[in-house]
């Protein structure tokens, strides 16, 4: 069976410098109806685990560590048997998260994750956060971008360990050079592609984060 993306939305708050905000969240479920892996973990585990329905968790994939992006993620793991897998570059933000419980492996730049017939390839793309990676599933036609990309532009670089020039750079070395017709399933919010979000690099630069 060909693989599929499922996706739920879970709410609750994002916190860092001091701060603290209600957010939604998009969570991402690829594979077939015997395996996946689980793009994200935030507020809500039982809501994640309705996503995946009893399937074969093959990981647990950490866009980055701020805590609405890992919360539950070690719960998760511990459900479902699975690991979770963050890129070392985000280590710091995962430790304000949970300093006694360390993810399970790394990503790195250019490694493919396998499941249900398909890859996910890692696209390191810091900015957002030191650590903040995208997967490309091409024979998906979608990249799963975290909070790196959404429809309108990059992702907040406001805070500690963010960097509103990386990003931009992230973006268009990485993401702008995928098939324009590329699905940009975002951390937060509605879907966009990659040939709607293109022409408005220069507007980004003009107008700075």
Known sequence: MAARI???VTSGTFSLDGQTFDVDNN???VGDDAECVVIDAPHDIDAILAA????RVLAILATHAHDDHVRVAPALAGATGSRVLLHPADRVLWDMVHPDLPPD???????????????????????HSPGACSFHAPDLGAVFTGD???????????????DFGTIVDSIRRRLLS??????????????????????HLDDWLARGH
């Open 27 to 29: 969570v991402w479920v």
């Open 52 to 55: 995946v329905g009893g399937r």
């Open 6 to 8: 499922d996706q739920t």
């Open 178 to 199: 995928l098939p324009p017709a590329t699905v940009v399933h975002t951390g937060h919010g509605a879907d966009t592609t990659i040939g709607a979000e293109a022409p």
């Open 148 to 162: 790196t990309l959404f429809q309108g532009g990059p992702g907040a670089t406001g805070r500690s360990f963010s």
């Open 105 to 127: 492996g790394e990503l790195r730049d250019g490694q493919s994750i396998e499941v249900a017939g398909t890859a996910l390839r890692v696209l390191h793309t810091p900015g």
